[in-house]
């Protein structure tokens, strides 16, 4: 009961032979597209997506009782893809998040991970370990571009790996095709092979949260859906 890792449940463990699957998986995947798509369409995924999510998310983060469960979502016109969480329940995603995503799925994905630091009160947590706050707020009122300062947000290894599996548990009980979702684990890690990391500043991405995803999902489908114990 240290509470040392930050991540509010047990996670499952990720073998070795997991993580040589997923290496090889992102050598071979295809070059990653970036589109360009209009504000208009930009604003229509987020909406959809964010609307498949908001109930179940909700319920989650109820049944979780730790963190903030009324959120606030702002677009950001940044082209980077990175999304954020940020203190009292606001959710920043950057253009560019659709921009790289295949689909839907992974637009969902990537909001319900950020849906899961605030269920799991990882804000909080950072902002205390960390004492950002005042640079998070100084980054919101600088709004639209939040790229560079959103790097100031830095969860521990353990609360990113709770994150992908809340977003997971949400995909589940949102009826979002999981597999779908997951090639944005992939197109991350691949912009990370890439070296074009400083796109993933506050996110780092690997064939780790590729081999943690396909762990937390195997979970979730056994247990139909329900939460994982408490750490
Ligand atoms: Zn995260």
């Known amino acids: 009961m240290c509470g040392c890792s930050g991540a509010v449940h047990q996670l499952p463990q990720i073998g070795a032979s997991d993580l040589s699957l997923a290496q090889s ?26 609307k498949r999510l908001h109930r179940p998310a909700r319920q ?40 790289y995503a295949a689909n839907e799925e992974e637009v969902c994905f990537v909001i319900a991970h950020e849906m899961g630091h605030q ?49 997971a548990l949400i995909l589940y009980r949102s009826g979002v095709d999981l597999d779908k979702a997951r090639g944005m684990l992939v197109t991350m890690a691949r912009l990370s092979r890439q070296k074009r990391t400083a796109l993933l500043d ?12 396909d762990r937390a999902v195997a979970e979730i489908r056994a247990s139909n859906g329900r939460l994982p114990p408490r750490a």
């Not at 998986?25 to 504000?39: N, R």
């Not at 506050?202 to 995803?213: C, D, L, Q, V, Y």
């Open 25 to 50: 998986e992102v050598q071979a995947a295809d070059a990653v597209v970036v589109q360009d798509a209009s504000h208009a369409e930009i604003v229509a995924v987020l909406r959809s997506a964010t």
């Open 119 to 167: 269920a799991a009160d990882h804000v909080a947590t950072a902002r205390r370990n960390r004492a950002v706050g005042a640079l998070i707020g100084a980054a919101l009122a600088n709004a639209p571009d939040l790229g560079a300062e959103l790097a100031t947000i830095a969860y521990s290894k353990e609360q990113e790996r709770e994150a992908d599996y809340l977003a």
């Open 60 to 99: 989650v983060c109820h049944e979780m009782n730790v963190g903030v469960c009324e959120w606030d979502f702002h677009l950001s016109r940044a082209p980077s893809m990175n999304a954020a969480a940020l203190p009292d329940g606001g959710i920043v995603v950057n253009r560019g998040v659709v921009n």
């Open 202 to 213: 506050t996110h780092p991405a690997g064939p780790e949260r590729i081999a943690g995803w």
